[in-house]
């Protein structure tokens, strides 16, 4: 069965959103590194609707590195309500309930299946027990406002952390694993 590994950028009063408007400063060698072993180890992406269409507009432009050249090749599964036709090679649109979906997809896997972006996707795994481990990359900055992680969920979510990693800049990656 896949390990579904869930890694996201947060800042310091907990925003998520618009990573591009305040991440890159931080984004050194130190974070490719650690984003290169992340993705070289996974064997699939999954992605929400709003992660995909941000990804799908940027990645298939980019070649050339190995981080661009494994996320554009690797399989991607998107978990969407709208439905629709992918535009990224080796997309597809998952169907029906989220988690299992999600349930399915974790069992055609032996490997790491890579989640980016947290919204409404993660309430839904986080319901049904399906994230294995977490990568919370929070940022030494105060975003001021935006979409807070995992705005609007009722019931705490309590986590083992099993790690930590601090970069040169300032970036603590915190590994967890559900309780």
């Avoid at 070649?63 to 991607?76: F, M, T, V």
């Avoid at 993660?122 to 929070?138: K, N, T």
């Avoid at 705005?151 to 300032?170: C, D, K, N, R």
Wanted: charged letters at 20%.
């Amino acid at each position: 069965m896949g390990k579904l590994i869930e890694s996201t950028f947060v800042t310091l009063d907990g925003v998520i959103e618009s990573p591009e408007k305040w991440g890159g400063p931080y984004w050194d060698q130190e974070f490719a590194a650690y984003a290169q072993a992340l993705l070289d180890r996974a064997d699939a992406i999954l992605l929400g609707r709003s992660t995909y269409d941000g990804f799908a507009a940027s990645w298939p432009q980019r070649a050339g590195d190995p981080y661009a050249d494994r996320i554009n090749s690797l399989p991607k599964f998107v978990a969407t309500r709208t439905g629709g036709t992918p535009t990224w090679n080796n997309t597809t649109f998952l169907k029906g309930d989220v988690a299992t979906a999600v349930k399915t997809l974790k069992d055609q896997f032996d490997g790491d299946i890579l989640k980016f972006g947290t919204g409404d996707v993660d309430r839904a795994l986080l319901e049904h027990s399906l994230i294995d481990e977490f990568h919370f990359w929070v940022f030494p900055v105060i975003a001021g406002g935006g979409t807070h992680l995992l705005e609007g969920m009722v019931t705490p979510a309590h986590l083992t952390a099993i790690g930590a990693v601090t970069f040169g800049s300032g970036i603590v990656v915190h590994v967890c694993t559900p309780r």
